[in-house]
Each structure stands twice: as C-alpha cells, then as structure tokens.
C-alpha cells in the first residue's frame, strides 16, 4: 500500500529565509506526487504536482519541488519564506487511481 | 469557474440527529470524492465516485454513513445517528478525466461537523 511520511510535524522560520519542507513516500511503482496548502480554516490547494518529466517541478507562490528516486523523496522548498506562506502544508501520492494518500502535514510558522 | 462548493460550511448538531453534508462539484468533472480530516487520523479518503457511480467506499468508517450522487452536479454525504467521535472537518473535491488531468483533485472549503 501506498504512504507518505511528512517527518517535520511544526517548522519555524524566519520571514525572508529558505524553507525546505521533507516528504517521504512509499509506492511500488512510479506515483504522482503532489503538494497542497491549507490556510487555517480553508481547504486544500494545490501548489504542484509530478507526473512525469522534469524531476524540478515548478509551482505556485514561489515554490518547487524535486522528484528524487532514489531517496523515495519528493521535498518542497521556497527561496525566501513570507509572512503569508505560514499555513500546513500536505503532501500526496496517487497511483493514477484517484486514491490520494496524504501525509500527516507539516505545519509552518513565520517569525517576523 | 466557482470552484468547489460545499454547505453547510459549520454544523454543531447532538449526539443521535442526522447529518447532511452537501458538494456541488466543478462543472464538468467526471470524479468526485469525500475526504475526513482528523487531528488523531489526518486526511482519509472516505468514498469517490466517477460519472455519478461508486466507485470505492472502503474508507466509509460504518454503517451510520452513507453517500449518494444524484446527478453530476451535487452529492451528499449524510450520517445517521451522529456521535461525538464524527467530529471532523469534512472535504469534498473534484477531478476530471476529460481534462486530462483526473489526478488532479480540486478541493472546496470543507463543511466542520461538531457533534455534541
């Protein structure tokens, strides 16, 4: 069965500095990966997603992710953090099934 | 495109009463899921449906919860009898395969359920 581990539960960083959030997936075969956003007391929306292709894979906001194979990874990061981006943020895999697994979040707060 | 749109948006009901939870999926998608996001169990699939069909309910947690599609433009998720433990935010999205893109799924506000 497919799964995702989000090893950071609360990541603090400072406004204007880098961020990297981790995400770890399980999956036999080659998964779509993607990356949402949640505001507190919103829904989910994604920011970007993998299929196939180009392992960087750019998306809204500022963001990115890489596709790393070999490490089972697929991490978001943002040059320069905003006050705005403080949020939780999920990621998910499919097997082109339409079964998205989500992982636990990762919850991110921006100090001034 | 409106995206999304789910009502109630907040429900606090008592232990035993029904519950209706509503989705009008993005016009034009073909797929539709429910979602339950928990502190203790995250985000669960509970059920999806695509053109209007179940497709895979394994995630209903029992009985007392049960969903329907009427036509491509509405779903309900309803619970009877509700219990305290049903307490959750409830999310339902969309995707399209015609779109190319049925992976991709939309998600609308979620409806937060609290049951006393």
């Known amino acids: 069965a497919q799964s995702v581990t989000q090893p950071d539960i609360h990541i603090t960083v400072s406004e204007g500095a880098s961020l990297e959030l981790r995400c770890n997936y399980s999956?036999?075969?080659?998964?779509?990966l993607f990356w949402y956003v949640q505001s507190p007391g919103q829904g989910l929306q994604l920011l970007l997603k993998?299929?196939?292709?180009?392992?960087l894979v750019q998306g809204i906001k500022g963001f990115e992710a890489e596709f790393k194979r070999s490490q089972s990874s697929f991490n978001l990061r943002k040059p320069s953090v905003h006050w705005s981006d403080a949020a939780e943020y999920f990621c998910?895999?499919?097997?082109?099934?339409?079964?998205?697994?989500f992982g636990g979040g990762t919850r991110l707060m921006v100090k001034p | 495109d409106a995206g999304v749109i789910q009502s109630p948006r907040h429900e606090v009901t008592e232990m035993g009463q029904e519950v209706t939870l509503r989705c009008k999926p993005i016009?034009?998608?073909?797929?539709l899921f429910w979602y339950r996001q928990t502190m203790m169990r995250g985000l669960e699939l509970l059920i999806y449906?695509?053109?209007?069909?179940?497709?895979?309910d394994s995630g209903m947690p029992e009985d007392r919860f049960s969903a329907k599609m009427p036509n491509a433009s509405f779903s309900t998720l309803k619970i009877q009898p509700s219990e305290p433990r049903d307490s959750a935010v409830y999310f339902c999205?969309?995707?399209?395969?015609?779109?190319?893109?049925?992976?991709?799924?939309?998600f609308g506000p979620g409806t937060r359920l609290t049951v006393l």
């Open positions: 999956y036999g075969a080659t998964p779509y």
């Open positions: 449906f695509n053109n209007n069909v179940p497709i895979d």
């Open positions: 999205a969309s995707s399209s395969y015609w779109a190319g893109d049925t992976d991709t799924q939309y």
């Open positions: 993998y299929f196939s292709g180009d392992t």
């Open positions: 016009s034009g998608h073909d797929y």
């Open positions: 998910a895999v499919t097997n082109a099934g339409n079964m998205l697994t």
